[in-house]
Protein backbone atom coordinates (compact mmCIF):
# COMPACT_ATOMS: atom_id res chain seq x y z
CA UNK A 1 0.00 0.00 0.00
CA UNK A 2 1.46 3.03 -1.29
CA UNK A 3 1.32 6.23 1.26
CA UNK A 4 2.35 8.63 -1.34
CA UNK A 5 2.46 7.77 -5.41
CA UNK A 6 3.56 10.08 -7.59
CA UNK A 7 3.17 9.61 -11.56
CA UNK A 8 4.79 9.90 -13.46
CA UNK A 9 8.56 8.31 -12.42
CA UNK A 10 10.42 9.39 -15.20
CA UNK A 11 9.46 12.74 -17.48
CA UNK A 12 11.73 13.40 -20.42
CA UNK A 13 9.91 15.99 -22.35
CA UNK A 14 11.47 18.76 -25.14
CA UNK A 15 11.69 22.70 -24.15
CA UNK A 16 8.26 24.47 -24.42
CA UNK A 17 6.42 22.02 -23.66
CA UNK A 18 3.51 21.69 -21.04
CA UNK A 19 3.44 19.07 -18.88
CA UNK A 20 1.91 17.60 -15.65
CA UNK A 21 3.01 15.53 -12.26
CA UNK A 22 -0.08 13.64 -10.10
CA UNK A 23 0.27 13.24 -6.24
CA UNK A 24 -1.75 11.32 -4.39
CA UNK A 25 -1.62 10.01 -0.86
CA UNK A 26 -3.87 7.69 0.97
CA UNK A 27 -3.28 8.89 4.75
CA UNK A 28 -5.70 10.81 5.42
CA UNK A 29 -3.52 13.55 5.71
CA UNK A 30 -4.69 17.41 5.10
CA UNK A 31 -1.53 18.78 4.06
CA UNK A 32 0.62 18.42 0.76
CA UNK A 33 3.98 19.73 -0.65
CA UNK A 34 5.72 19.88 -3.68
CA UNK A 35 9.36 19.69 -3.25
CA UNK A 36 12.18 20.53 -6.04
CA UNK A 37 15.36 18.58 -5.98
CA UNK A 38 18.08 20.47 -8.09
CA UNK A 39 21.40 18.97 -9.55
CA UNK A 40 22.81 20.02 -6.13
CA UNK A 41 20.23 17.69 -4.39
CA UNK A 42 19.17 20.94 -3.07
CA UNK A 43 15.51 20.38 -1.46
CA UNK A 44 12.94 23.58 -1.46
CA UNK A 45 9.78 23.52 -0.97
CA UNK A 46 7.42 24.84 -3.96
CA UNK A 47 3.82 24.79 -3.04
CA UNK A 48 1.73 23.97 0.30
CA UNK A 49 -1.95 22.69 0.20
CA UNK A 50 -3.91 22.72 3.28
CA UNK A 51 -7.79 20.89 2.42
CA UNK A 52 -7.27 21.91 -1.12
CA UNK A 53 -6.46 25.91 0.15
CA UNK A 54 -3.06 27.19 -1.29
CA UNK A 55 -0.76 27.72 1.95
CA UNK A 56 2.87 28.29 0.90
CA UNK A 57 3.84 29.76 -2.19
CA UNK A 58 7.17 30.02 -2.95
CA UNK A 59 9.36 32.47 -5.26
CA UNK A 60 8.59 30.02 -7.81
CA UNK A 61 7.63 31.08 -11.96
CA UNK A 62 4.28 31.52 -13.11
CA UNK A 63 4.76 28.46 -15.46
CA UNK A 64 4.34 26.54 -12.38
CA UNK A 65 0.54 26.11 -11.36
CA UNK A 66 -0.42 23.35 -8.51
CA UNK A 67 -3.69 22.41 -8.61
CA UNK A 68 -5.92 20.17 -5.42
CA UNK A 69 -8.77 18.94 -6.44
CA UNK A 70 -9.15 17.20 -3.14
CA UNK A 71 -7.04 16.80 0.00
CA UNK A 72 -6.07 13.74 -1.21
CA UNK A 73 -4.31 15.02 -4.38
CA UNK A 74 -2.16 17.56 -5.41
CA UNK A 75 -0.99 18.22 -8.89
CA UNK A 76 1.87 20.48 -10.62
CA UNK A 77 1.09 21.66 -13.67
CA UNK A 78 4.36 23.20 -15.67
CA UNK A 79 3.84 25.68 -18.97
CA UNK A 80 6.43 26.36 -21.34
CA UNK A 81 9.06 23.83 -20.03
CA UNK A 82 12.63 25.53 -19.50
CA UNK A 83 16.14 23.68 -19.39
CA UNK A 84 16.43 24.93 -15.56
CA UNK A 85 13.29 23.13 -14.87
CA UNK A 86 14.67 19.67 -15.25
CA UNK A 87 15.19 18.25 -11.51
CA UNK A 88 12.81 15.52 -9.18
CA UNK A 89 10.04 17.01 -7.83
CA UNK A 90 8.44 15.18 -4.20
CA UNK A 91 5.59 15.12 -3.36
CA UNK A 92 4.75 15.01 0.26
CA UNK A 93 1.71 15.18 3.15
CA UNK A 94 1.83 15.79 6.71
CA UNK A 95 -1.45 15.93 9.16
CA UNK A 96 -0.90 19.97 10.54
CA UNK A 97 -0.89 20.42 13.91
CA UNK A 98 0.20 17.97 14.87
CA UNK A 99 3.58 16.24 15.68
CA UNK A 100 3.41 13.96 12.69
CA UNK A 101 6.06 13.47 9.95
CA UNK A 102 6.27 14.25 6.23
CA UNK A 103 5.42 11.53 4.20
CA UNK A 104 7.32 11.90 0.69
CA UNK A 105 6.81 10.20 -2.50
CA UNK A 106 9.34 8.71 -4.94
CA UNK A 107 9.69 11.88 -6.95
CA UNK A 108 9.40 12.55 -10.12
CA UNK A 109 12.77 12.88 -11.85
CA UNK A 110 12.00 16.18 -15.29
CA UNK A 111 13.94 15.92 -17.85
CA UNK A 112 14.03 19.02 -20.22
CA UNK A 113 16.40 18.59 -23.59
CA UNK B 1 13.34 32.02 9.57
CA UNK B 2 13.95 28.92 10.70
CA UNK B 3 17.12 27.07 9.32
CA UNK B 4 18.93 23.87 9.35
CA UNK B 5 22.79 23.56 8.56
CA UNK B 6 24.86 20.98 7.92
CA UNK B 7 28.41 21.55 7.81
CA UNK B 8 29.93 18.42 5.73
CA UNK B 9 29.02 17.82 2.44
CA UNK B 10 30.54 13.95 2.81
CA UNK B 11 31.54 11.84 5.76
CA UNK B 12 33.61 8.91 4.95
CA UNK B 13 33.72 6.10 7.47
CA UNK B 14 34.64 2.43 7.32
CA UNK B 15 32.21 -0.37 8.16
CA UNK B 16 32.17 -1.68 11.91
CA UNK B 17 33.17 2.06 13.02
CA UNK B 18 30.97 5.04 14.67
CA UNK B 19 29.68 7.68 12.49
CA UNK B 20 28.32 11.26 13.23
CA UNK B 21 26.34 13.71 10.82
CA UNK B 22 26.25 16.89 12.16
CA UNK B 23 23.45 19.27 12.13
CA UNK B 24 22.81 23.25 13.86
CA UNK B 25 19.97 24.74 14.26
CA UNK B 26 18.24 28.24 14.59
CA UNK B 27 15.20 28.10 14.93
CA UNK B 28 12.83 31.11 17.23
CA UNK B 29 11.11 28.99 19.99
CA UNK B 30 11.40 24.92 20.88
CA UNK B 31 12.35 23.41 17.36
CA UNK B 32 10.80 20.36 15.70
CA UNK B 33 13.54 18.40 14.47
CA UNK B 34 13.69 15.67 11.64
CA UNK B 35 16.17 13.52 9.78
CA UNK B 36 15.75 11.73 6.50
CA UNK B 37 17.82 9.34 4.49
CA UNK B 38 17.26 8.84 0.75
CA UNK B 39 19.26 5.96 -1.27
CA UNK B 40 20.09 6.69 -4.64
CA UNK B 41 17.22 7.23 -7.03
CA UNK B 42 14.98 6.99 -4.45
CA UNK B 43 12.33 9.05 -2.22
CA UNK B 44 13.02 10.47 0.96
CA UNK B 45 12.82 8.09 4.25
CA UNK B 46 12.12 9.39 7.67
CA UNK B 47 14.37 8.51 10.53
CA UNK B 48 13.52 10.14 13.52
CA UNK B 49 12.54 13.19 15.11
CA UNK B 50 12.61 15.52 18.25
CA UNK B 51 9.54 17.35 19.32
CA UNK B 52 10.19 16.45 22.79
CA UNK B 53 11.67 14.89 25.83
CA UNK B 54 14.23 13.03 26.05
CA UNK B 55 17.39 14.31 24.48
CA UNK B 56 18.70 11.08 22.82
CA UNK B 57 15.97 10.22 19.99
CA UNK B 58 15.87 6.48 18.55
CA UNK B 59 15.40 5.76 15.17
CA UNK B 60 14.90 3.47 12.40
CA UNK B 61 17.76 1.17 11.05
CA UNK B 62 20.01 1.71 14.18
CA UNK B 63 20.21 5.36 13.87
CA UNK B 64 19.89 7.80 17.07
CA UNK B 65 19.91 11.49 17.33
CA UNK B 66 20.88 13.68 20.33
CA UNK B 67 19.56 16.86 20.92
CA UNK B 68 21.51 19.82 22.14
CA UNK B 69 19.90 22.99 23.27
CA UNK B 70 23.13 24.66 24.40
CA UNK B 71 24.85 24.12 20.96
CA UNK B 72 21.76 24.25 18.79
CA UNK B 73 22.77 20.94 17.41
CA UNK B 74 20.89 17.65 16.16
CA UNK B 75 23.50 15.24 15.61
CA UNK B 76 23.25 11.80 13.87
CA UNK B 77 24.87 9.03 15.21
CA UNK B 78 25.18 5.03 14.82
CA UNK B 79 27.51 3.44 16.96
CA UNK B 80 28.58 0.77 13.93
CA UNK B 81 27.98 1.72 10.39
CA UNK B 82 26.85 -0.71 7.90
CA UNK B 83 28.12 -0.07 3.74
CA UNK B 84 24.38 -0.30 3.17
CA UNK B 85 23.91 3.34 5.41
CA UNK B 86 25.56 4.53 2.34
CA UNK B 87 23.39 7.08 1.08
CA UNK B 88 22.49 10.94 1.72
CA UNK B 89 21.14 12.56 5.01
CA UNK B 90 19.22 15.65 5.54
CA UNK B 91 18.23 17.54 8.55
CA UNK B 92 15.14 19.34 8.81
CA UNK B 93 13.16 22.14 10.66
CA UNK B 94 9.95 21.98 10.70
CA UNK B 95 8.57 26.25 10.79
CA UNK B 96 6.16 27.50 13.49
CA UNK B 97 2.99 28.36 12.51
CA UNK B 98 0.17 27.66 10.11
CA UNK B 99 2.64 27.07 7.17
CA UNK B 100 3.81 23.53 8.52
CA UNK B 101 6.78 24.12 6.14
CA UNK B 102 9.48 21.78 6.39
CA UNK B 103 12.52 23.23 6.06
CA UNK B 104 15.60 20.83 4.98
CA UNK B 105 19.70 21.44 4.88
CA UNK B 106 21.82 21.04 2.48
CA UNK B 107 22.22 17.14 2.76
CA UNK B 108 25.41 14.89 4.15
CA UNK B 109 26.77 12.12 1.43
CA UNK B 110 27.51 9.30 3.91
CA UNK B 111 30.01 6.88 2.77
CA UNK B 112 30.96 3.72 4.32
CA UNK B 113 33.60 1.54 3.27
CA UNK B 114 33.81 -1.98 3.14
Known amino acids: DTAVSQTPKYLVTQMGNDKSIKCEQN?????MYWYKQDSKKFLKIMFS???????INETVPNRFSPKSPDKAHLNLHINSLELGDSAVYFC????????????FGPGTRLTVL | AQSVAQPEDQVNVAEGNPLTVKCTYS??????LFWYVQYPNRGLQFLLK??????LVKGSYGFEAEFNKSQTSFHLKKPSALVSDSALYFC????????????FGTGTLLAVQP
Open chain 2, 92 to 103: AVREPGATNKLI
Open chain 1, 27 to 31: LGHDT
Open chain 2, 50 to 55: YITGDN
Open chain 2, 27 to 32: VSGNPY
Open chain 1, 92 to 103: ASSQAGTSGDWV
Open chain 1, 49 to 55: YNNKELI
